[in-house]
């Protein structure tokens, strides 16, 4: 297999992981990996009763071909972007190598 392939991770509040995919799936991508998560961000860390609560949230692991990428991101932008009730944030990285992907003839 000689195609590119990118991995897409997309980070959005606990309970959009659904959204993430139902949007990058509109634009090619066939299916993704979900990992819960907790945000560390200073901002974002509540004191109820004296104890910090971080926020949860969820990382949605996107495996596509090097050409969707930035129809994907955009994608994410658009319906699950940091103007969202999802608050997300995504970006993309080069993947060397793959195994394990079943090609649909």
Same mark, same amino acid.
């Given at each position: 297999?000689?195609?590119?392939?990118?991995?897409? %991770?997309?980070? /959005?509040? !606990?309970?959009?992981?659904?959204?993430?995919?139902?949007?990058?799936?509109?634009?090619?991508?066939?299916?993704?990996?979900?990992?819960?998560?907790?945000?560390?961000?200073? *901002? =974002?860390? =509540?004191?109820?009763?004296?104890?910090?609560?971080?926020?949860? *949230?969820?990382?949605?692991?996107? %495996?596509? *071909? !090097?050409? %969707?990428?930035?129809?994907?991101?955009?994608?994410?932008?658009?319906? /699950?972007?940091?103007?969202?009730?999802?608050?997300?944030?995504?970006?993309? %990285?080069? /993947?060397?190598?793959?195994?394990?992907?079943?090609?649909? *003839?």
């Amino acid at each position: 297999m000689n195609e590119k392939f990118e991995v897409i %991770l997309c980070i /959005v509040n !606990s309970g959009f992981s659904e959204s993430v995919m139902d949007a990058a799936r509109k634009v090619g991508a066939k299916g993704g990996t979900v990992i819960n998560a907790r945000g560390t961000a200073a *901002k =974002e860390a =509540e004191k109820i009763f004296n104890i910090t609560i971080q926020p949860e *949230k969820e990382i949605v692991m996107i %495996l596509a *071909k !090097s050409n %969707l990428k930035n129809d994907i991101l955009h994608t994410l932008y658009e319906h /699950v972007g940091p103007n969202t009730l999802a608050q997300g944030i995504a970006f993309a %990285l080069p /993947v060397d190598e793959v195994v394990g992907i079943q090609e649909n *003839k």
